[in-house]
């Protein structure tokens, strides 16, 4: 059985005054999960322990060992030991090596930045159409907040949610912020989800890191209440993905892509359904 994903940990809390008592606190729970791939350990992920099946689809596709969930024979969990045994229909060539080397190389063509080997490959450039109003935006930070229970008890995790214009769609929750973009990565692909007009709501800082696996995902807008970098910002522009950060109360800050960000909301069909005819007179 799973362990839960927060503990009770006993501390003695100081408060003004020099005071002390002794209480329980909630603390976020680690767990380390190792992956063995067709029979092969691949990677250890420490992270919290929930939709680990879900993190697991979406490591590897962001990865680039999987393209869709069917590509996946089987995947088991063993949550007493901490392993999650995978096996492919079609074994996988890609050596562990690649999942942590480094290389330099071009940004879709434009910039050079610093790269793990497989994020040049995986990373794709948005085309998304998807646009959003400013309150639109800052209604999903707000439910986001709203819903990050865990967070409210610990202090210690971070929340990503999938969404529409209007709704939250999927929120997962882990210690790792990039675990938390797999989940939804994961569940995107499990649930066979077109995800060319949903946006990403998120709790942490926008690092490059959080840009990639975004790009990785599909989505064209990520937002989120923190502060971007500037590798990330650089990311973002060469990718397509329009960033917002710093949501928080009714204020906001546009970085990148602001074409999406427009004063009347377009719905989504009617995005998809413009796109669509784009490719086809292309084509």
């Known amino acids: 059985m799973l362990p839960s994903i927060t503990a009770k940990w006993r501390i003695r809390k100081y408060s003004g005054g020099g005071a002390s008592s002794l209480l329980e606190d909630d603390i976020a729970t680690e767990y380390p999960l190792t992956i063995r791939l067709d029979g092969e350990e691949f990677a250890t992920i420490v992270c919290s322990p929930t939709d680990l099946e879900e993190m697991t689809a979406g490591f590897l596709a962001s990865e680039g060992i999987i393209r869709q969930a069917a590509e996946i024979e089987s995947l088991r969990v063993d949550e007493e030991r901490g392993f999650v045994y995978v096996e492919l229909h079609n074994k996988q060539s890609t050596s562990k090596e690649d999942v942590s080397k480094r290389f330099i190389g071009s940004c879709c063509g434009k910039s050079r930045q610093f790269y793990f080997h497989n994020d040049a490959r995986t990373a794709r450039t948005s085309m998304s159409r998807m646009t959003i109003t400013p309150a639109q935006c800052i209604a999903l930070m707000r439910l986001l907040q709203n819903s990050s229970g865990e967070f409210k008890l610990t202090g210690g995790v971070h929340n990503a949610a999938l969404c529409s214009a209007d709704e939250l769609l999927a929120v997962r929750t882990d210690i790792g912020r990039h675990n938390a973009l797999d989940k939804l990565f994961g569940y995107a692909l499990r649930q066979r ?91």
């Open 193 to 283: 989800l077109s995800v060319t007009d949903k946006i990403i709501a998120f709790s942490g800082r926008l690092s490059s890191e959080v840009v990639l696996k975004a790009a990785k995902i599909g989505v064209g807008i990520l937002l989120s209440k923190s502060a971007p970098t500037d590798l990330a910002l650089k990311l973002a522009e060469d990718l397509g993905i329009t960033c917002v950060g710093f949501i928080r109360g009714s204020e906001m800050n546009v970085y990148t892509h602001g074409h999406r960000i427009v004063d009347e909301p377009v719905s989504s069909l009617a995005a998809c359904d413009h796109q669509e005819e784009q490719q086809s007179e292309e084509r």
